[in-house]
């Protein structure tokens, strides 16, 4: 006879004992499973929304995320021509002068696929003025596509470097290098007011840091330029594209130094030769 601690059935009435039910462990794995995948079905931008959904994401200002799902819902149904996408123009009015940045740049660039609407060229050239140099931007690309000009300077502005002053006087703490690649809302540098507060000066643009005026320990005066930037290269080849329907021949000189550069791309090389002859065939 085998030995109770051998016996199968004692050992599975022993295990049982020992180890505690399975199936409450099991559920909840289930419900953070289901959760899981919940909360990225919700927060999936490709996840596409009804008109109600669209219409209550886009009044959503609390929730950027909703807000923003419901911003590329509305530019797809633009892009399919889809006449229906007009019932939220209003609501894209009233996002063009939302303090938040992230909501401005997208629908300054969103009211280009709808060149008809005398309420988006309206809003436009309100936003040409705007404090951010992202939304600016967007704005002087979509007025292009109304055949507007206004936006040229700002287009011009692209193929320059962007100065980077400093938010408040004091000692300036930076760790950056010259040619170094920055994302938008980067921490550029630090600056150590007289009463020991710390401000921090981030970039609003993507570029490449072209020149550093004040280095670590140098005293700067509020306003004073720090350092400045060069466009990134997405927006270098959007700004001559544009320029080639927009564009001067004071324009010119500018657009032919990225032509000839032996620093930029072959795209950018490429696209600014192209510039160059169409604003020469427009200005004949």
Excluded: C
């Excluded at 050992?11 to 899981?36: D, K």
């Excluded at 936003?127 to 040229?152: K, M, T, Y």
């Excluded at 990134?232 to 564009?247: I, K, M, Q, T």
Aim: net charge neutral; no cysteine; proline share 5%.
């Amino acid at each position: 006879m085998a030995e109770n601690g051998n016996h199968p059935e004692i050992r599975v009435a022993e295990m049982r004992r020992r180890v505690p039910g399975s199936g409450p462990i099991l559920l909840l794995a289930g419900l953070f499973v289901m959760a899981t995948f919940l909360a990225w079905y919700f927060s999936w931008f490709g996840r596409e929304l009804s008109d109600a959904d669209i219409a209550k994401y886009l009044a959503d200002e609390k929730n950027p995320r909703h807000v923003q799902h419901a911003l590329l819902q509305v530019q797809q149904r633009m892009e399919r021509g889809d006449a229906g996408a007009k019932s939220w123009y209003p609501q894209l009015i009233v996002l063009s002068g939302n303090p938040e940045t992230e909501f401005r740049l997208t629908v300054a660039w969103l009211m280009g696929f709808d060149n008809q609407s005398q309420e988006f060229h309206n809003a436009l050239l309100k936003l040409l003025h705007d404090q951010e140099p992202i939304v600016r931007r967007n704005a002087a690309l979509a007025l292009v596509r109304f055949n507007d000009h206004s936006g040229r300077e700002e287009l011009v502005s692209v193929l320059k470097p962007y100065a980077l002053t400093a938010p408040a006087g004091g000692v300036l703490a930076n760790s950056l290098q010259e040619g170094q690649t920055v994302a938008r809302r980067s921490p550029l540098a630090r600056i150590q007011q007289a009463d020991g507060k710390m401000v921090q000066l981030r970039s609003p643009l993507p570029g490449r840091i072209n020149k550093i005026l004040k280095t670590t320990g140098s005293q700067v005066a509020q306003g004073e330029e720090v350092l400045n930037l060069n466009s990134d290269e997405g927006s270098v080849w959007e700004a001559l594209r544009a320029l080639s329907l927009v564009g001067t021949k004071e324009d010119l000189p500018l657009i032919e130094t990225y032509a000839n550069s032996t620093e930029v791309s072959a795209r950018i090389k490429e696209q600014a030769a192209l510039t160059v002859k169409s604003i020469h065939r427009l200005h004949r």
